[in-house]
Structures are given as structure tokens and as C-alpha cells.
């Protein structure tokens, strides 16, 4: 785990967000107590369980870019969720166990990445002797297999195998030397690639993934590996060959073990939209039903359980849970007291202003006009957005916000498409290779739009 600070935390995340300090620093506090965590005597470690986060603000303040940063942040795998895909036991939905099923295979792609890295030095230099083998087949000669007693004249069997083994030995050189420098690349050779068949998913319901998992490990023993014959450029077959060496230099069952530790220890979850399935028993029946399940299904999984997985058993009880929704219409109090009591954090997020949307487009490392620039410089345009220009943008989004749906800083995706919707699509035939974005600009393309506020409405 990176021992980060909790204002080094801060200040990487303030690098792609603007605002949401009470958020930012309640994550960077849970990031560290993980890390004080690990360095308890082992029967202390075991009691001390995560502090689990409520986000509540409206789409597009930050919410899920936060917890996705910061998991990018502590190299933790990550999984993202919607809860309001999964259905209680009995309806049509997806069993909440997969959430760690999915997570535990985050984790090992992380985990055999990793290792992959580490020994892919190993592997290519295994991949550049099957490529020589393939450029140079070893010859097999009789020479010097049966003794014979020597005869005036006659050459030495040893000394003549111990020649051809050498001349073998400089032209394989040569041909490494050639391999290198890249004076092989037009070469064409065959290979014999593994290649495993393995049957596609063949069950996806409710409850049904643990089957899935059994046939696909059955069926997958019944089929045994094969080999298949490809012509490839002599580049290609080189990392071809290194991925295929790669991958067998790598301990599956180590990095499995690695990744439920990983999945245990430093596993994050994102349950967006957690307010979606906020439903009260008072309700009686119909769709509020459903929702509380849905609680009641995930309360043993933040709890502490063990889901099994093809990997094997993770147990969820040092999992951190970050959720989060709008809570427009219910409120973090309308879940049920079960689960409330499990997420004992709670920060709200602020609404965007206009000076939001100002920092927004020109501070972050990504930030918007950034990414038009650098798309737009692909076809040879230079554009520049002017200071006023950002200024009437940021004043254009938070007006339309206001006078309709407030979806934060997404509006600003809309109205930059629309703002240069007529630069992107003459841009490969553009003569005039320079544009300057001011506030006149801005106002000229939108204005049919933001006057009329039902058509602002559709198309912003």
C-alpha cells in the first residue's frame, strides 16, 4: 500500500478536482487509517474496521471521480457499482455477491499485471531464442554418434562436431545481432502458439455465477490444451512469444492468493446511486419491496461475509464502501437503520457555482479545454479559448443549470460540443488553421439556444 499523506492525498486529488474539500479529506482520512491499520499488533488489526463513506451531492459534482482517483491513488482494485441494478433474492437482477466476484478479478488482473511486469525481461529473452529456433532450425547429425576406430585420414567425429556446433553458435549471433537491430522484420515465420478451449459463459441469472464458475473450471480441464500453427512477421511472433512465455513464467496460483489479499486489505467498493433503493417497509408492496432486499442483501456483504470466488474465499469485514447518491427525492436516513449504522460517515458535496466551472475548464490536469485543444490539434487547428471565453461558459452553465436540471459540471460537456460543433466537423477541411475562442464567439454560436429556455431545455 503507498504510504501517502493525507495532504498528499488532497492535493493529488485537487490535480482532476475542483472543490469538495470536506470529501476529499474524508477519503484521504480513510486511506490512511487503512494504513495505520496494517501496522497493529495482528489480534488489535482484526477489530478495527473501515469507516465507510456517504457522498450526497447532485450528478456531477465529483462523487464517483473521487473515489475512482483515489483508488487509482492507493493502487487498491476497484470496482464501481450501480445499486440499483441488483434485485433482491427471488427477482430479476444480478446477485449482490458478484460485486465481489468482480472485485476479486480486478484485483488479479492488477496482481498478474504485476507479476507479468516483473518477469517480462525473463520472457523476452525466451521469445528471441524460439524466434532463432524458428529463423534457424537446429540441425541433427549421426556425426560422432557411433564410435569408430580412427583411420589414417579420416576426420576426428569429436573435432567435427565440436566445428559445426560452432559455426551453428556464430551464425545463431548473427542472427541475434540482425534480430535486434531490426534487419529481420520483413522476415514471415511459423509458430506453434498454445491456444486452450475454453466454452463462453453459458449461464448469466440471478444466484447462478458460482455454477458458472465449476463448469467453466470443469469444462475447461476437459479441454486440454492445443497447439495451433500461425504465420506471423517476425515483430508480432516477438511479442506474441513474450506474452505466451510471460504467461508461463507466472505463478496463477500465487497471484490468486496475492489478489484475495489485496481484495481484503485495500479492496474498495463505489455503490453509486445508493438512493435509488432507499425505501422504507411502510411503503408496503410494489417496487419499495424490492429496494429494501436489496439493503437487506447487501448488509451482510458490509457487514463481513465470505463470498467464494474461482479465486477462493474473500472475506468482505476490511472492505471499504463508498457510496453515494443525490438523496433528491429520499434522504440517507430513509435507508434502512442496518445500514446506516455501517456507513457512519457522512459528507455532502457542494453544488457547482460559476467560479467552480471556471477552475473546472482551465485548472485540472484534464480539464476540458485542454481536451478540445489537444483533439482538435490532430486535424492541425490551433485553438485558443480567451480568458472571457471561459468566463461566458462557465456563467452559460451555471445559468442553464439553474433554470433546469442541475447536473454540475456535465452541463459543460454539452455546451462546449454545441459551442464547437461547427469547428469539429469542417475541421479536416478547415483553411483558416487558427481559431480564437472569446466570449462574442461563445455568445454568437449559442444564443438561438439560451434564449429559448425550451430549447436549452433539449440541447443543453
Not at 493502487?75 to 460485486?99: H, L, W
Not at 411502510?282 to 424490492?290: E, H, I, L, N, R
Not at 470466488?309 to 474473500?314: I, R
Not at 436516513?333 to 457542494?350: A, K, N, T
Amino acid at each position: 500500500m503507498k504510504t501517502l499523506l493525507p495532504r498528499e492525498v488532497v492535493a493529488e486529488l485537487d490535480k482532476y478536482i475542483i472543490g469538495q474539500q470536506k470529501a476529499k479529506r474524508a477519503v484521504a482520512i480513510a486511506l490512511r487509517t487503512r494504513w495505520r491499520r496494517m501496522r497493529l499488533p495482528s489480534e488489535l488489526r482484526d477489530e478495527v474496521v473501515p469507516k465507510n463513506i456517504i457522498m450526497i451531492g447532485s450528478t456531477g459534482v465529483g462523487k464517483t471521480e473521487i473515489a475512482r482517483r483515489l483508488a487509482k491513488l492507493a493502487d487498491a482494485p476497484f470496482i464501481k457499482v450501480e445499486a440499483s441494478k441488483f434485485t433482491e433474492v427471488g427477482y430479476v437482477g444480478r446477485d449482490v455477491e458478484s460485486i465481489i466476484r468482480d472485485l476479486a478479478e480486478q484485483s488479479v488482473a492488477i496482481v498478474k499485471s504485476e507479476q507479468t511486469a516483473a518477469v517480462q525481461e525473463k520472457a523476452a529473452a525466451a521469445a528471441e531464442e524460439r524466434i532463432l529456433d524458428a529463423l534457424l532450425p537446429r540441425r541433427r547429425s549421426d556425426v560422432g554418434m557411433t564410435y569408430k576406430e580412427p583411420t589414417a585420414g579420416a576426420y576426428d567425429a569429436t573435432g567435427q562436431m565440436a566445428e559445426q556446433l560452432e559455426s551453428e553458435s556464430a551464425t545463431r549471433e548473427k542472427f541475434r545481432a540482425m534480430l535486434r537491430e531490426g534487419r529481420l522484420d520483413d522476415r514471415t515465420i511459423e509458430l506453434e502458439l498454445r491456444e486452450k478451449a475454453v466454452p463462453m459463459g453459458i449461464i448469466s441469472n440471478i444466484g447462478m455465477e458460482e455454477l458458472e464458475i465449476g463448469l467453466k473450471e470443469m469444462m475447461g480441464n476437459m479441454f486440454p490444451e492445443k497447439t495451433k500453427r500461425r504465420s506471423l512477421k517476425v515483430p508480432d511472433a516477438l511479442k506474441v512469444l513474450t506474452q505466451e512465455e510471460a504467461s508461463r513464467m507466472v505463478d496463477m496460483d500465487k497471484v490468486g492468493r496475492e489478489a484475495i489479499t489485496r481484495v481484503e486489505q485495500a479492496g474498495i467498493v463505489f455503490l453509486d446511486e445508493i438512493d435509488k433503493i432507499a425505501g422504507r417497509e411502510s411503503a408496503g408492496a410494489g417496487p419499495d419491496v424490492s429496494r429494501e432486499g436489496v439493503q437487506r442483501d447487501l448488509l451482510p456483504i458490509i457487514e463481513g461475509s465470505t463470498v467464494n470466488t474461482k479465486h477462493g474465499a474473500v472475506r468482505t469485514d476490511h472492505i471499504l464502501f463508498i457510496a453515494a447518491g443525490a438523496f433528491h427525492v429520499s434522504k440517507p436516513s430513509d435507508l434502512i437503520p442496518e445500514l446506516q449504522g455501517r456507513f457512519p460517515i457522512r459528507v455532502e458535496l457542494e453544488n457547482l457555482t460559476k467560479d467552480d466551472f471556471v477552475r473546472i475548464l482551465t485548472e485540472p490536469n484534464n480539464a476540458l479545454t485542454k481536451q478540445y485543444v489537444a483533439l482538435l490539434g490532430t486535424e492541425g487547428l490551433e485553438v485558443e479559448f480567451t480568458t472571457d471565453a471561459v468566463e461566458e461558459i462557465a456563467s452559460m452553465a451555471a445559468s442553464v443549470n439553474e433554470r433546469t436540471e442541475n447536473i454540475g459540471a456535465r452541463r459543460l460537456y454539452t455546451i462546449l460540443e454545441k459551442l464547437l460543433e461547427e469547428v469539429s466537423f469542417h475541421a479536416p477541411d478547415a483553411v483558416q488553421k487558427k481559431i480564437t475562442v472569446n466570449a462574442n464567439y461563445v455568445r454568437e454560436q449559442l444564443k438561438d439556444v439560451t434564449k429559448d429556455v425550451d430549447l436549452s431545455r433539449y440541447i443543453l
